[in-house]
């Protein structure tokens, strides 16, 4: 089976910082795209940062500039720096990645639990 386990989100200060992280474990073959979504309250689910295996990087308009996305294929890990938050990025922050299990040899989709990030004062 393959886990997605991503790090505490908190509550941080208007333009305060936070690292979120999301650990694939499994048995795994490779991972190709790695997400970062997150979910307002009242709002639809959005891609905010993506990266590929070669890791290009796309982001939201709403980020780029502030949000950087990174992997570490070594450690099956993406990570989310999140720089000068606003309260408008208060939501659940869901990773998702595609990935390839040794049992299946075909890329699946996946999602983590989701990690609340607040940015209040």
């Known amino acids: 089976q393959v886990q997605l386990v991503e790090s505490a989100g908190g509550l941080v200060q208007p333009g305060g910082s936070l690292r979120l992280s999301c650990a694939a474990s499994g048995s795994i073959f490779s991972i190709n795209a790695m997400r970062w979504f997150r979910r307002a309250p009242g709002k639809e689910r959005e891609l905010v940062a993506s990266i590929t295996d070669d890791s290009s990087t796309t982001y939201a308009s709403a980020v780029k500039g502030r949000f950087t996305i990174s992997r570490d294929n070594a450690k099956n890990t993406v990570y989310l720096q999140m720089n000068s938050l606003k309260p408008e990025d208060t939501a659940v922050y869901y990773c998702?990645?595609?990935?390839?299990?040794?049992?299946?040899?075909?890329?699946?989709?996946?999602w983590g639990q989701g990690t609340q990030v607040t940015v209040s004062s």
């Open positions: 998702n990645v595609d990935l390839k299990r040794y049992a299946t040899m075909t890329y699946y989709n996946y």
